[in-house]
């Protein structure tokens, strides 16, 4: 696994739309602010011209453009880092303009982004080899003040740490806004993590029964007891969002079952989140990566807290959506964890070996080796 040099003192961070650009409030007002305060911070900016376009299908601009703009900004001398500037829906024909051969001449790069960057964060690892951060896209880092989250972001991609926490809230419904964009994040929930080893309960998780019991009484979920010893499991830690994931299985960039290989005496921790799938969605997905290979050699899941949380159909819910389809690999599976679509969310290292301790919080030490 290769490892970019981290973003140094007076470094420049590049900034790329592969995805969706920032041409519409509250995230062009927020990318503008964050530029200001990366400057504030003494780092140098690189901007390329697909960041403020909005003449693509689903995407900024031309799938070629962005493909160009990106293979441009990954390989030029300028920029040190790249983080993203947004998610979306179409990055997978920005993947398919996209010419790996030359990346792998190039001198690796920090890539940071999520949702939709999944397209490139994971065929990083899993073509090129190559370690990437999975964290918020540019605009978050436009917020007043900044959430400890977005700190724990940075002292991650500058390497001031290699180790990160969850968090104690989380944020149900954003105030953020055309008129508000700078808007923290909303912290209105308590963070509540519920663990499986296979089939078996650890930390239970909510039945729907209880779930909707509490919302409708108004009332809290019961207390969940802490683990009398920490759960701790180890591997090399790779994943993102499952809605892209999903759509990367089996197609010519699906080099999975060869990565795994590769590194299957450290074992595979998958960390998993999703945005716009249903429950029998998620389900349907992991059943369809399960049964392509990807899960083989696996050593634990985490799965962040998807966007449609405490959503059911037909009696699936988050939980049962996972552990009916993992629970017969007998490994830890962590859900409701500070990744993805309902932040906060800690950085991951993907690619990277991750040591994770879980009691009441989640902690991630990142070995890069």
């Not at 993203?84 to 920005?94: A, F, R, Y």
């Not at 029964?209 to 809290?220: F, S, W």
């Amino acid at each position: 696994m290769k490892y970019p040099k981290f973003l140094e003192n007076g470094g420049t961070i590049g900034f790329t739309a592969p995805s969706l650009g920032c041409t519409t409030e509250p995230y062009k007002s927020c990318f503008r602010e964050a530029l200001s305060r990366f400057e504030e911070l003494g780092y140098k900016t690189e901007v390329t011209p697909n960041c403020y376009m909005a003449d693509g299908i689903g995407i900024s601009t031309d799938p070629k453009e962005c493909a160009k703009e990106l293979e441009y900004i990954y390989s030029d001398d300028k920029s040190d880092v790249i983080i993203s500037v947004g998610g979306g829906e179409l990055m997978c024909d920005t993947m398919a303009e996209l010419d790996f051969e030359s990346l792998k001449k190039c001198a690796p790069k920090w890539y940071m982004g999520y949702s939709d960057n999944t397209n490139f964060t994971f065929l990083l690892n899993t073509v090129l080899d190559t370690a990437s951060i999975y964290a918020p896209c540019a605009p978050s880092f436009g917020m007043k003040p900044w959430d400890k989250s977005l700190q724990q972001d940075m002292d991650i991609l500058t390497g001031k740490t290699d180790s990160v926490k969850g968090f104690d809230m989380w944020e149900r419904n954003s105030v953020k806004s055309d008129v508000n964009p700078y808007a923290p994040y909303n912290l209105t929930e308590a963070k509540r993590l519920y663990i499986y080893k296979g089939n078996t309960p650890v930390v239970e998780a909510p039945s729907p029964e209880m779930i909707n019991n509490a919302e409708e009484l108004n009332i809290p979920f019961p207390e969940v007891k802490k683990l009398s010893t920490p759960v701790r499991f180890k591997g090399r830690i790779i994943g993102g969002c499952l809605d892209t994931l999903i759509t990367l299985c089996g197609t010519r960039f699906d080099r999975v079952k060869e990565f795994t290989e590769k590194y299957k005496d450290d074992g595979i921790i998958w960390f998993l989140e999703s945005c716009d799938l249903s429950m029998l969605q998620i389900r349907r997905g992991l059943f369809q990566l399960k049964n392509a290979g990807w899960f083989n050699h696996a050593n634990g899941f985490i799965f962040g807290r998807p966007y449609h949380f405490n959503e059911t159909e037909i009696g699936v819910s988050e939980y049962n959506a996972v552990v009916s389809v993992l629970g017969e690999f007998d490994k830890y599976m962590i859900l409701d964890a500070d990744i993805g679509h309902l932040p906060p969310a800690m950085p991951i290292i993907s690619g990277a070996v991750a040591d994770i301790t879980v009691d009441d919080n989640i902690s991630i030490q990142y070995i890069c080796e």
